[in-house]
C-alpha cells in the first residue's frame, strides 16, 4: 500500500531507500556509458561503425524483450525482480575489467556484455516504473518521478566526471568495476525496503502471453495522450542516440580531446537533465504540465543544434551547451508524461502498458545507433550530427500536434478502473 501522501518525500524511508539507491547505481552505469565506447575505441581500436554496432547491442534488449518483460512483471514481485537484475548486472558488468586484466578481453565480449546488460536493464526499468505507484501516492507521482529524474540527470553529471578521472588513474576497462559495484550497493538498498507489494487479485484462466501483451499494446494506442507521447519518444531517442553514439567519436577523433576531457564535457551536458528534474513541477504549476511539455521540445530544445558546431578550443564548449538544452526540455516533458501514465493505468495493467511504451520509445535506439554508424561511415561525423540534431528538435512536433496543444495541465486522475480482459485485446 502506498504511504500517506501528507508526509513528505524526505521522511519516507522506503522512497529514500528506493531513490538513494537508484541514484548510486545510475552514477555507476554512466561510468559506463563513458568506460565502454573508450574501450572500443581506445583499447580495442574499434572503427566508427563498430562503435554503432555496440551501441545497437546495448539497446536492441528494447526490441528483443521489452514487451514479454511487461507481461512478466505484471505475475511477479517487482522488488524481488530489481534485486535480482542488480545481482545479474553485477557479474555481467564485472566480467570486462576482469577479461582485460586477463589479456583476453575482445570486442566479440563487448557486445555480449552490452547485451546481456541491456536484457536485465529492460527488466529492471520495466519493474521499477511500475514499483514506484506501490511506495507513493497519485499526488505525489509527480514530485517522486521529478527527484528521480534529477537524481538521474545528476548522475549523468557526476559519473561521466568520475568515470573521466578514473579512466585517467586506472584506464578505461577497469572503470568499470565502478558501476559493477554499484549495483551490489542497490540491491541491498531495495532489500532494505519495508512496504509490501499488495496482493495481486486472482483473476481466471491465466491468458496466454500474446493476449497480454496486446492488452498492453491496445491501451497505449488508445489513448491519445500515451500514444502521441510514445510516438514523441520514439523519434527523439532514434536522432539522440545517433549524438550519444558518435559523441566521443566526435570528440576523440575529430576534435582530439584527451578521453578525460570528453566525460567532463559530457557532464557538463547533463547540467540540464538536473535543472529539469528539478524545475519541472514549479514550470508545471506555473505554466501547466501539458503546455510546457510541447513548449520544452519545441522551443527549449533549440540550441542542441550547437552540438555540430563544437570544434577545437573553447568551441567545443558549444558540445555541451546543446546537450544541456536537450537534456533539460526532455527531462521536464518526461516527467509530465510518465507521471500521466503511472497515475491513470489501471495497477494490473501497469507493466504491461510500461513495457509497451518502453518497447516503442526504446526500441528506436538500436536502429539510431546502426543508422549513425552508417550514415558516419559514409557522410563523415559531423555531418551526421547535424541530421541528428536536425532530426531531435523536430520530435516536439509530435507533442504540439496533440491533444496537449489544447490542455493547460495532463488529467493525473484515478485509473480508469480494472483492466480490460486480455482476450479482448
Known sequence: M????????????????????????????????????????????ASAFQVGLLSAAATSAY???????????????KRRLMIGCNLGLLGVVGSVPVAHAAGVLSLGQ?????????????????AYQAYLPTLLDREQLMDGNGRLAASQSAA??????AGAVLVTLVGAAAAMTADALSFALSAVSLAAIRTREPRRAKAGPRTGLRAQIGAGL????????LRNGVAFNGTANFFVVMVETLGPVFLVRTLHLR????????????????????????????????????????????????????????????????WISWTFASTVTGISLVSYRQATCPPDLLGRVSAAARWTTWGTLPLGGLTGGALASALGV??????????GCCAGLWLFFSPLR???????GRPAGPAPAAGAA
Open 2 to 45: 502506498a504511504v500517506n501522501a501528507a508526509e513528505p518525500l524526505r521522511r519516507q524511508r522506503d522512497f529514500l531507500l528506493l531513490w538513494g539507491g537508484q541514484t548510486v547505481s545510475e552514477v555507476g552505469s554512466q561510468i559506463s556509458v563513458l568506460a565502454l565506447p573508450l574501450v572500443a575505441v581506445v583499447v580495442l581500436k
Open 63 to 77: 526490441l528483443l524483450v521489452a514487451l514479454p518483460a511487461g507481461a512478466v512483471v505484471d505475475r511477479v514481485a
Open 156 to 161: 549523468q553529471v557526476a559519473g561521466p566526471g
Open 110 to 126: 563487448l557486445y555480449g556484455v552490452a547485451l546481456a546488460s541491456g536484457v536485465l536493464s529492460v527488466f529492471f526499468s520495466v
Open 406 to 412: 489544447r490542455m493547460r495541465d495532463i488529467p493525473l
Open 382 to 391: 559531423r555531418t551526421t550530427l547535424w541530421i541528428a540534431v536536425s532530426g
Open 259 to 322: 578521453p578525460g576531457l570528453v566525460g567532463l564535457l559530457l557532464a557538463l551536458g547533463a547540467v540540464g537533465g538536473v535543472a529539469g528534474g528539478m524545475a519541472a513541477k514549479p514550470l508545471a504549476r506555473r505554466v501547466g504540465s501539458a503546455r510546457i511539455s510541447w513548449v520544452a521540445m519545441t522551443v527549449l530544445s533549440l540550441p542542441g543544434l550547437l552540438i555540430p558546431l563544437a570544434g577545437r578550443g573553447w568551441s567545443a564548449l558549444l558540445f555541451g551547451a546543446g
Open 218 to 225: 491496445a491501451h497505449v494506442v488508445r489513448d491519445p495522450i
